[in-house]
C-alpha cells in the first residue's frame, strides 16, 4: 500500500473534568469535551485531501457504578480532488455509518462547511466557561485560526473547477443532485459522447443520441443500469415510449441512492432477459420505485441482506412466464433466505459494553429475587463483584434454571389436576342429564295430550331426521343431544307430525314448533293451548321465551 504522509492544518481541544467530578446522575451521557481537527494528507500520487473531524467526549456509568469516559466522533468529513480533476465532499453520518458524496463547484460551500463545524465548537466552549484548552488557541482566537486553515485548505485542495466549464451541457441547471447522475456529461459537448458514456461505444446508435437528448439525467440513469445485460434496440424502444412534460422533463423522482443503484444492477445481473423486457416495457417511475424497494432488503450494509446467487434458480423453478412485472420480481426478492451482516462500528463499542453490562446487572438482581423464595441457607445473595465470578454466575443461573423447572412442574401437575376435575364433574353432570332424560322420556312417551294427539318421544338419530323431513325443520340437527335433552313430537292417531319439542332439564320446554317453525297456535289452533296445559299437567317446565310459545297462557311458576 502507498505511504501517505499527513500533517495537521488545524487542531483544537478543550475539556472540562469538573463534569465527571459530580456524582454518578450527573455523568450519564454528560459531554465534558469536545475536538476539532484538520488534517492535510498527501498521496504519493499527487493528490491531497483534507480530513475533518469534530470529536466530543462523552461520559457513562457502568452497572457496577464505576464511570468512565469514551471518544466519539459527530461529524467526519473529507474533501479531496478526484483524478478527473473534479472536487468531491464526503461525509459519514455518525449513527448508520452511511458515507455521502457530492462534488463541489463553489467556494463558498467549502467556507459553510468548516464554519459549521468551528461554530458548534464554539457554542460548547461558551456553554462551559470552566473548559480548559489542551490543544489549539484561546477561545478567542479560535476565529482566526479557523480562517487561516480555510486558506490552507484552499493552497492544498488547489481552484475548484467551473461548472459550466466541465458541464457545457448542463449549463445552469441543478448542481446538487448526486455525483453519478451528471459524471456522464462531463466534458461532453455533444450528447452523442453521452450517449457512449452510458450506454458503450459499441451500443451507440443515433436514435439513441436523440432519445439521451429528449430524456433527464435520472431518467437516463435507469436505462443505463440495463447496459450490457439487453440489446440495444429494447432500451431504445423504451425511451421512445417513455412520455415528458411540456417542458420536456418527467415527473419529478426522487435520485436513485448509491446502495439503491447498486442494489437494482445486482437483481438485474441475475435475472433473464425475457423477464428484463417485460420490465423495460412498465413505465420508468413505476419499474424504479418498485426494484429500489427491493434494493434497499439486498444491500443493506448493516442489516438482514438476501441470497441474490439464488434468484435465477428460484426464477427457473418458478417459471419465466409467471415473472411478468417488476412486482412479481421483487416478491421473489423478498423471499430469498436472509443472510445476517451486522457491523458494529467503532464508536458504539462501549454502548455494546454497557449494555451487556445492564443485562449482567438485571440476571443478578432476578437471582437475588427468586432464591428470597428458597429455605434459608440454600443460596448465596450476590452482589456485583461476586457476579462477575464465572463459576459463581454458571452455578447461580443453573440454580434459577432448576426454580423454574420445578415451578413449571408444580404448574402443569396444578393444571393437569384442575382439568381432571373439572373433566370429573363434566361427566357427572352428563349422567344426571341422561338419568333424568331417560325418566322424562318414559313420562311423556305415548301420553295423550289433547283429543286426537298423542305425545311420542324420539329415541334414535333416524327418528329425528324423519321428523325434520316431515317439518322441514333443523330438530335433525340436534341428535348429538339425544339422551341428554328430550326431544317430542305431537302427532296425530295416524301417525302424522305436527310439533316438535325439545325439553331440557334445565329450562323446560325450549321449542314448540310446527311445520317451517310456525308457532304452535298456527300450527293446532285451540288445541295448542289443550297440550300446553297437560305438559304442565305433567310437571313439565316452560321457558318464558321459548320458541313457538305465542298466543299461549303459561301458569306462573313457568321458569
Known amino acids: ?104 463547484f463553489s467556494e463558498t460551500v467549502v467556507e459553510s462547511w468548516i464554519h459549521g463545524l468551528a461554530g458548534t465548537l464554539r457554542r460548547w466552549i461558551c456553554s462551559n466557561p470552566q473548559a480548559r484548552r489542551l490543544e489549539g488557541p484561546e477561545p478567542g482566537g479560535v476565529d482566526n485560526a479557523v480562517d487561516q486553515a480555510i486558506a490552507a485548505i484552499h493552497e492544498h485542495i488547489g481552484e475548484l473547477p467551473n461548472w459550466n466549464g466541465r458541464f457545457p451541457l448542463l449549463r445552469d441547471s441543478r448542481q446538487d443532485r448526486p455525483a453519478f447522475a451528471y459524471l456522464p456529461y462531463l466534458d461532453a459537448h455533444d450528447h452523442a459522447q453521452v450517449a457512449k458514456n452510458l450506454f458503450g461505444v459499441r451500443a451507440y446508435r443515433r436514435p439513441l443520441a436523440r432519445e439521451v437528448e429528449r430524456l433527464d439525467i435520472s431518467t437516463l440513469n435507469w436505462f443505463a443500469m440495463f447496459r450490457g445485460l439487453v440489446p440495444v434496440d429494447w432500451l431504445i424502444d423504451a425511451m421512445r415510449t417513455t412520455k415528458t412534460t411540456n417542458d420536456g422533463s418527467l415527473m419529478r423522482e426522487p435520485s436513485l441512492t448509491s446502495l439503491q443503484r447498486r442494489g437494482i444492477r445486482s437483481i438485474l445481473r441475475r435475472t433473464p432477459q425475457p423477464v428484463l423486457r417485460r420490465i423495460l416495457k412498465e413505465p420508468v417511475h413505476q419499474a424504479r420505485r418498485t426494484l429500489a424497494d427491493a434494493a434497499v432488503c439486498t444491500a443493506h450494509r448493516l442489516a438482514v441482506t438476501r441470497d441474490l446467487d439464488l434468484l ?100 402443569d401437575r396444578e393444571r393437569y389436576e384442575r382439568e381432571e376435575a373439572s373433566r370429573l364433574e363434566r361427566i357427572a353432570k352428563q349422567a344426571q342429564r341422561h338419568q333424568w332424560a331417560l325418566q322424562t322420556a318414559a313420562l311423556l312417551d305415548g301420553q295423550e295430550v289433547a283429543p286426537g294427539l298423542i305425545l311420542v318421544v324420539a329415541r334414535d338419530a333416524e327418528t329425528l331426521s324423519r321428523w325434520g323431513g316431515a317439518l322441514n325443520n333443523c330438530i335433525g340437527g340436534y341428535a348429538g343431544e339425544l339422551e341428554l335433552d328430550v326431544f317430542a313430537a305431537v302427532c296425530e292417531v295416524d301417525g302424522r307430525v305436527r310439533l316438535n319439542l325439545q325439553i331440557t332439564q334445565s329450562h323446560g320446554v325450549e321449542q314448540i314448533l310446527g311445520k317451517n317453525n310456525r308457532d304452535a297456535v298456527r300450527e293446532l289452533g285451540e288445541a295448542a293451548q289443550q297440550v300446553v296445559d297437560r305438559l304442565v299437567a305433567m310437571e313439565v317446565s316452560f321457558r318464558s321465551d321459548a320458541l313457538g310459545l305465542a298466543g299461549l297462557r303459561l301458569p306462573r311458576r313457568t321458569r
Do not use: C
Not at 451486522?342 to 443478578?364: F, S, Y
Not at 438482581?365 to 463483584?385: F, K, M, S
Open 1 to 104: 500500500m502507498p505511504e501517505r504522509t499527513e500533517h495537521a492544518l488545524l487542531y483544537i481541544k478543550y475539556v472540562d473534568d469538573a463534569l465527571a467530578e459530580q456524582g454518578a446522575a450527573a455523568v450519564e451521557g454528560a459531554i465534558s469535551g469536545i475536538s476539532l481537527r484538520i488534517l492535510a494528507r498527501a498521496l504519493p500520487d499527487g493528490r491531497t485531501s483534507v480530513a475533518v473531524s469534530l470529536y466530543r467526549r462523552v461520559h457513562r456509568m457502568r452497572a457496577s457504578g464505576k464511570a468512565f469516559h469514551y471518544w466519539t466522533f459527530e461529524k467526519l468529513t473529507s474533501m479531496a480532488r478526484t483524478k478527473k480533476d473534479l472536487v468531491v465532499l464526503r461525509e459519514i453520518d455518525r449513527r448508520t455509518g452511511k458515507s455521502t458524496t457530492r462534488h463541489v
Open 312 to 411: 435465477p434458480e428460484i426464477i427457473a423453478a418458478r417459471g419465466q412466464r409467471r415473472v411478468r412485472s417488476s412486482r412479481d420480481l421483487e416478491h421473489l426478492v423478498r423471499d430469498l433466505p436472509a443472510i445476517e451482516r451486522w457491523r458494529n462500528p467503532r464508536g458504539q463499542t462501549a454502548v455494546r459494553v454497557v449494555q451487556e453490562e445492564i443485562q449482567a446487572l438485571r440476571e443478578m438482581e432476578h437471582y437475588n429475587r427468586e432464591i428470597r423464595l428458597l429455605p434459608e441457607g440454600t443460596a448465596q445473595v450476590a452482589d456485583w463483584d461476586l457476579w462477575k465470578d464465572e463459576a459463581f454466575r454458571v452455578q447461580a443461573l443453573g440454580l434459577i434454571e432448576d426454580r423454574r423447572r420445578e415451578l413449571m412442574a408444580a404448574r
